[in-house]
């Protein structure tokens, strides 16, 4: 009876996945296991867009009102998540190859819209960002040292300039100069991250665990060190927190425009936790930042802008030693 129910159940979750499919129509199923194809943008005037390696981004096509809408509506369901009027976005993964998806519906736009952007195939070694200069030697030993010293670690840089596959790819080296014995935990909204050491708790956010809540768990649950995919609230506070109470060497990655704004963006998000702007704690707990930004005129159109270790504080003026 058991293995009669966990077949109906895996079929009627195939029969949801191909109704996804479906309304996604034939041309962006193909996109989705287009290896040159990054990002997928459905707009609410029904305009699909999409970023390609070699191209860049172009319009392809479009997707109907009623298509858009309920393909969000049935991930939502697959997902166990609500979306409606009062909930009207949805940040999820698709079930196909753990792509990562941000739509929304009205009133938050006219019409459902979504951004799709497919995680890379691979975690390219930190040597690969190297070998294609997007850092330099200095810059790679420092990284280096940095994991070895256990610094805590800050990634930043806009959307889609590849915060996340570079941060894998610090990760990656971590993994293989550090002691193989230190447990990590992974804390995300979102599962990007990826972790070959071999004791690794991972936990997600959902609509009712903040990742505020999951430092919490985290520092009852014996970490070592504590990574974190985005930091982009109040959390910050916590996050400072946790990495400044024995457990160093940290990785985290924020929306930044440069290494240097990146620590006015943690206070600000800090501040959301309603307390006032901690500089001595950003000063005795973040050691190293990473910058890494979009440039067209480099060959792989991307790359480490700046790496800077904090100092000190004077007053609230930080003084940085940038790694060039």
């Known amino acids: 009876m058991g293995t009669n129910f966990?077949?109906?159940?895996?079929?009627?979750?195939?029969?949801?996945?191909?109704?996804l499919k479906k309304m996604l129509g034939k041309g962006i199923c193909a996109a989705l296991v287009n290896n040159d194809i990054t990002e997928i943008?459905?707009?609410?005037?029904g305009s699909v867009w999409f970023e390609s390696r070699v191209k860049g981004v172009y319009r392809y096509g479009?997707?109907?009102?009623?298509?858009?809408?309920?393909?969000?509506l049935q991930l939502a369901r697959l997902r166990d998540?609500?979306?409606?009027?009062?909930?009207?976005?949805i940040e999820t993964l698709l079930p196909f190859n753990r792509e990562r998806i941000e739509g929304t519906i009205p009133p938050i736009?006219?019409?459902a819209a979504f951004t799709i952007r497919k995680p890379a195939q691979f975690v390219y070694p930190l040597e690969d960002y190297l070998k294609q200069d997007i850092v330099n030697q200095n810059q790679f030993h420092f990284i280096c040292d940095s994991l070895l010293a256990?610094?805590?670690?800050?990634?930043?840089?806009?959307?889609g300039t590849g915060k996340t596959?570079?941060?894998?790819?610090v990760v990656k080296k971590m993994s293989e100069i550090c002691d193989p014995a230190q447990r990590i935990l992974i804390l995300e909204d979102i599962a990007e991250i990826r972790c070959e050491m071999p004791n690794v708790l991972s936990m997600m956010t959902s609509q009712q665990v903040s990742m505020t809540t999951l430092l919490k768990i985290a520092m009852r649950s014996r970490p070592d060190r504590i990574l974190v995919g985005e930091v982009r609230d109040g959390a910050a506070l916590a996050l400072l927190k946790s990495w400044n109470t024995g457990c160093p060497g940290g990785i985290a990655t924020?929306?930044?425009?440069?290494?240097?704004?990146?620590?006015?963006?943690?206070?600000?998000?800090?501040?959301e936790a309603h307390v006032p702007p901690p500089y001595d704690l950003i000063a005795e707990t973040v050691n190293v930042l990473i910058n890494i930004i979009r440039d067209p005129k480099h060959p792989v159109g991307r790359r480490v802008s700046s790496i800077a270790e904090i100092k000190k504080f004077n007053g609230k003026k930080m003084q940085f030693h940038d790694i060039t």
């Open 150 to 159: 256990r610094k805590n670690i800050i990634v930043s840089g806009g959307p």
């Open 41 to 45: 943008m459905a707009n609410p005037d």
């Open 165 to 169: 596959t570079l941060t894998n790819a």
């Open 109 to 111: 736009t006219d019409c």
């Open 81 to 89: 998540l609500f979306l409606n009027f009062d909930n009207p976005y």
């Open 62 to 72: 479009t997707i109907g009102e009623f298509e858009a809408q309920n393909f969000l």
């Open 254 to 271: 924020i929306h930044a425009n440069t290494a240097e704004s990146s620590v006015l963006r943690l206070l600000s998000l800090a501040q």
């Open 6 to 19: 966990m077949e109906q159940n895996q079929a009627q979750i195939e029969l949801k996945v191909d109704f």
